[in-house]
């Protein structure tokens, strides 16, 4: 998922010494933030529509809001300064993010210590790229989770109870792998968002089958055609040959 506002907004860049163990920083939004968040799940209600995720989107109820989901093929040429002050005055407020902050740190804090130390074997086998920091940030809108890679940023949603109806620590650990692929493989390899998950959860799946309980994902999300072509092995070894593999028979 991309959105250039969002990109320059969260834009960051580091050095890395790989020996060392990754932060996970769990921030609230400031109101500024949550907007451009919010507005990018608006502006891009047709793809999730057009690719399955209608059912795992959760939008502002305010009224002025709503009459934008009701005509989606509007949504490109609407002019989104117009409910900024609205989500400002009328929608954001800090103190709904208090009890989803805790229930997403204590979520990290039950992330196996061991993650990185397997992401590390990636990294040096192909070039899993591992970042420095992660900002998990948290919305109140969207779809269960979401990354922008060039700023390390995950995006988490709770509800203003803190209560979510997935397991967090596997979305968290989902979007680091997404991360982890982005540049040197979905990117390289012009994967499709269907050939995108199924790598994710494969990896998920398989190679941290000992540090994480991976939740199916439904079959729609999903494109299985690319299973033949990965295991442990190649996992570990070299998952981008095993793409390229994939693609030779799949062309793009």
Known sequence: ?????????????????????????????????????????????????????????????????????????????????????IFYTEIYNPKDYKKGSQVVQNAVNTIDTKLFEKLKILNKNWGFDIKPKYFIELTLYGTGGAYWEPASKIIIKTGKNGITSYYIPQSIIRHIIHIGIENNIVKKYNLTQKEKE???ALICSIYLKDILTYIKDPDHLVDYNIDPFINEKVITENLPKAIEDYITKYPR
Request: glycine fraction near 2%; proline fraction near 6%.
């Open 1 to 85: 998922m991309k959105n250039k506002n969002l990109i320059n907004l969260f834009a960051l860049t580091f050095c890395f010494n790989l020996n060392a163990t990754p932060e996970m920083l769990v921030q609230v939004p400031t109101k500024e933030e949550a907007f451009e968040i919010t507005a990018y799940y608006i502006k891009s209600l047709p793809w999730f529509i057009n690719n399955g995720y209608k059912d795992y989107i959760t939008l502002p109820e305010h009224e002025e809001f709503k009459k934008i989901y009701q005509d989606v093929e509007k949504i490109p040429n609407y002019n989104f300064e117009n409910l900024r002050n």
């Open 198 to 200: 199924r790598v994710v």
